[in-house]
């Protein structure tokens, strides 16, 4: 997959797009590629489109995916795991 053909996925929300990914780190939760396709359209936007830089932005941005996963996937999501060194 060329880079035109990942951007044209992302911005379809197919994939997840870069800024979902950050978000995620921020918050520390793992969402596979499998849960993120779960999530409807809608879902996908919000957390594309959702606030998450102060304190309680992040922890409102990380209690709102812990419900969408749970919802649409039966499961919480899992923990980002700290990087070894």
Request: with cysteine.
């Amino acid at each position: 997959m060329d880079r035109d053909e990942q951007r044209a996925l992302e911005d379809s929300l197919e994939l997840m797009p870069r800024v979902v990914r950050d978000k995620l780190d921020r918050v520390g939760i793992k969402l596979h590629l499998a849960e993120w396709q779960q999530l409807t359209m809608a879902e996908r936007e919000q957390l594309r489109d959702r606030a998450c830089l102060a304190a309680a932005d992040v922890e409102s941005y990380r209690a709102e995916l812990d419900r969408m996963v749970r919802a649409r996937c039966g499961k919480a999501p899992d923990p980002l795991l700290p990087k070894s060194s």
